[in-house]
């Protein structure tokens, strides 16, 4: 939040105080705009839909058949969604808050396009037989929607969205495991940004 | 570190006597209609801040105003005991968590100070 000095309204010329006047009520504007979206999102959440997503990594990587790799996945993201959603309720309520106050529409409404269109390649993929394209868009288009949602929250959130995308850069430019890379990236970037989240921005 | 030293190159943290409980809000009324305990920018992000929560956490609060712990303290203080905010102490779990939250009276402050500046903007324009 930048702060610049105000100690001195009352001995400035008219031009002057007018813009001091103008400033102050600028980052009064500031801080009550930071201060909403700033506990947007929970640490716990994200830690818990984190862990859930290693054994996910795990049991995927054992599946013989596209269907049932992709049955794991789709289980994954009910459990992890569950968790991460419930989570948020938890520190929502406890603060006394709505999930759904200004800042939770903007970042759902920032979030949720982006996932539709993932939705929507998924099936077309899937019902194409290009599945094995899919863990790069997942965690590109994760990644995108998490950095476009991240701008109205804490600074951690759209640096974790930058580091999917670049998970996702591995999956699909370079011969890497797409089961390991999902895991580092639901479980690993999820578990350490949610517990910054949990320690430094308040649950 | 860096956060309390962006707050002291502003000069918004300058030294200033320990105000006790009594004289505080009686300083804001004498210095004419600006309320010069809010006046200062780290008091103002605070109690700005804390008018669009129903409360926040000291980490929160720390983090948002990017201020040091001590200049958060001190400041949090000097306005609890002006009674514009609210400060309760408990535990998140086996963390220690302690909340402000805005009183009447300090909402009333912000509102004050609001509606001073916009006169001053106002009577500028004139």
Redesign the interface.
């Known amino acids: 939040m930048k702060q610049s000095d105000n100690k001195e309204t009352g001995s400035t010329s008219p031009v002057s105080l007018n813009q001091r006047a103008e400033d102050n009520l600028r980052f009064i504007r500031d801080t009550m705009e930071g201060a909403s979206v700033f506990t947007g999102v929970s640490g716990m959440g994200y830690m818990g839909a984190g862990l859930s997503a290693l054994p996910a990594a795990w049991l995927a990587a054992q599946q013989t058949s596209d269907a049932a790799w992709i049955m794991v996945w789709m289980l994954e993201l009910v459990i992890a969604t569950a968790i991460a959603f419930s989570l948020l309720l938890r520190k929502t309520a406890r603060q006394g808050k709505s999930v759904l106050n200004a800042s939770g529409r903007k970042l759902l409404l920032a979030f949720l396009p982006t996932m539709a269109v993932g939705a929507l390649l998924t099936l077309s993929y899937f019902l194409q037989g290009r599945v094995s394209l899919l863990p790069g868009i997942w965690l590109g288009l994760y990644g995108a929607a998490v950095m476009t949602a991240g701008v109205w929250s804490v600074r951690a959130i759209p640096v974790m969205g930058a580091l999917f995308m670049m998970l996702a850069a591995g999956v699909l430019l370079a011969a890497v495991p797409a089961d390991l890379m999902l895991a580092l990236g639901f479980g690993g970037l999820h578990i350490i940004f949610g517990f910054w989240i949990w320690r430094y921005h308040g649950g | 570190m860096a956060a309390s030293r ?2 002291s190159s ?3 943290a ?1 030294a200033e006597p320990v105000v006790n409980k009594a004289a505080a809000p009686a300083r804001a009324r004498n210095n ?1 209609d ?1 309320d010069q305990l809010i ?4 008091r ?2 605070l109690v ?10 000291f ?2 609060l720390k ?4 201020i040091s712990d001590g200049n958060l303290s001190t400041h949090a203080r000097k306005l609890e005991e002006a009674g514009y905010i609210e400060c309760s102490k408990g535990f ?1 779990g086996r963390m220690p968590r302690t909340e402000y939250r805005l009183s009447p009276s300090g909402r009333k402050a ?1 509102n004050k100070y ?1 509606a001073h ?2 006169a ?2 106002a009577a ?2 004139k």
């Open positions: 962006k707050i502003t000069g918004s300058q004419g600006l006046h200062e920018r780290s103002l992000g700005s801040a804390l008018a669009s929560h129903k409360s926040m956490s980490t929160e983090a948002l105003l990017q998140d912000l609001i500046m916009e001053l903007i500028m324009k």
